[in-house]
C-alpha cells in the first residue's frame, strides 16, 4: 500500500541537547561514543555532521529524545565520560531474608503441583 507516513510530534518547550564524549577504556583505541540527549525536537543535532549518520530516538514513556554517534572526537562537550557515585547501596537483610523465604515457598509450591499431577497420572493409569 506504499511506504506509509511518519508522524513526529514535538512539544512546544525547546530543549537544546547535551553533549557528552564517552572515551573507550581500551588504551590503544581513539574511538568515542558522542551522547547528545534531553532534547525536543526530531531534528535537534542535524547542524552536527557527526550525528547524520543516526537517528534520533525517544525511550517509551519519556518526551525527550536521545542520539549516540561513535566517532573520533566529539564537538560541543558538556562533560565528561567519567561517573562518580558517592552514594552506596546498603542491603537490608530482612528484605534479604523475606526474598529467600518467599522464593523457598514457591519453589515448595511448584514441587507439590507436580507431585499432585504426577499422582494423579498414575492412579489415572492404573
Known amino acids: 500500500f506504499g511506504a506509509g507516513t511518519q508522524l513526529n510530534v514535538e512539544s512546544r518547550d525547546k530543549h537544546e541537547p547535551s553533549y557528552y ?3 573507550s577504556k581500551s588504551k590503544g583505541s581513539n574511538t568515542t561514543a558522542c551522547l547528545a540527549t534531553d532534547f525536543s525536537a ?8 557527526l550525528f547524520n549518520g543516526t537517528e534520533a530516538t525517544r525511550v ?7 542520539q549516540v554517534a ?8 558538556g562533560g565528561s565520560g567519567k561517573c562518580t557515585a558517592d552514594l552506596y547501596f546498603d542491603t537490608d537483610p530482612k528484605i534479604n531474608f523475606l526474598s529467600l523465604t518467599i522464593l523457598g515457598l514457591r519453589i515448595l509450591f511448584l514441587k507439590t503441583i ?3 499431577v504426577l ?5 489415572w493409569m492404573s
Do not use: I
Not at 526530531?42 to 555532521?49: G, I, P, V
Not at 517509551?60 to 536521545?66: A, T
Not at 561513535?70 to 562537550?77: A, R, T
Open 114 to 116: 507436580v507431585f499432585n
Open 70 to 77: 561513535l566517532g573520533d572526537k566529539c564537538k560541543n562537550d
Open 21 to 23: 564524549t564517552l572515551n
Open 60 to 66: 517509551n514513556g519519556d518526551s525527550y529524545y536521545s
Open 119 to 123: 499422582m494423579t497420572l498414575r492412579l
Open 42 to 49: 526530531h531534528n535537534a543535532t542535524d547542524s552536527e555532521t
